[in-house]
């Protein structure tokens, strides 16, 4: 009797093992059959994007705006055109004008870097490229998605180039490899907020309610790699001036 509800048992058991290997394989089947028709979806997107970029060519090339939206539709699908520098994509040239671009941005960072400790606004940036590319007809409208999309480029050569968001539609573009912590953005995004071109720590403990301590770091910080300079003449007190954000109205005052 024992014997019988053995052999019951282990044929239910391997049974039960075939059914769940049937419903494996259907499985995959699903699977591959799902992946084979996503795969056919991507080559149809992929096609009628290389249509639409053929037809609109001259947009892409001149219109900022325009540029952004197909940047934006590329990434939907998975498609980089700044780093397909040959075939189809190297006939809109798009890759050579961010490469040009990310060429630029380089020569102006290092241009300003004696002023500013290696951290520029992306709206002084723009205003210096626009100003050393001139109005020659050849060279094309620039806007800070282009800039943005330029300098995150530079990430390979390493950590000095990187995009800073501040918030808001703000970013600095850093040029020297020193690390900002979550603190040293909040500080310069204060500072930017506030229409300043300086902190303090009395006004990070009015304005953030941070410890003394905590603002401190965090500005010393900043003056050791060169990213802000100190003013103790101030009758306010010791102020920490943000060289990054000087702009010609400033600089007349200072």
Same mark, same amino acid.
């Given at each position: 009797m024992n014997n019988m509800r053995r052999r019951a048992g282990l044929g239910a058991i391997q049974k039960q093992r075939l059914e769940q290997e049937k419903y494996k394989d259907k499985g995959n089947e699903i699977q591959e059959n799902q992946f084979e028709q996503m795969s056919k979806q991507m080559d149809f997107f992929k096609t009628n994007l290389e249509e639409f970029a053929m037809k609109h060519k001259n947009e892409i090339r001149k219109n900022p705006d325009f540029r952004k939206q197909f940047q934006e539709m590329c990434a939907s699908i998975g498609v980089d055109p700044l780093s397909s520098g040959k075939g189809f994509w190297s006939v809109l040239g798009i890759g050579d004008f961010y490469y040009e671009l990310a060429v630029q941005i380089v020569e102006v960072c290092l241009a300003t870097n004696d002023k500013n400790g290696g951290l520029i606004s992306l709206d002084e940036l723009r205003t210096r490229l626009i100003k050393a590319r001139g109005k020659r007809k050849e060279h094309q409208e620039i806007s800070k998605d282009d800039l943005i999309r330029a300098a995150q480029k530079l990430k390979i050569f390493g950590s000095g180039f990187n995009v800073v968001p501040l918030g808001k539609g703000q970013y600095m573009v850093q040029s020297v490899p020193c690390e &900002? @912590?979550?603190?040293? @953005?909040? /500080? &310069? *995004?204060? *500072? /930017?907020? *506030?229409?300043? /071109?300086?902190i303090s720590v009395s006004l990070l403990r009015e304005e953030l309610n941070w410890e003394i301590d905590r603002a401190q770091k965090g500005l010393d910080h900043m003056v050791n790699e060169g990213l802000a300079w100190v003013d103790s003449q101030d009758p306010l007190g010791k102020l920490y001036y943000f060289p990054s954000l000087f702009n010609e109205a400033s600089n007349s005052k200072i």
């Open positions: &900002l @912590s979550m603190d040293h @953005s909040v /500080i &310069l *995004t204060q *500072t /930017i907020a *506030t229409n300043r /071109i300086y």
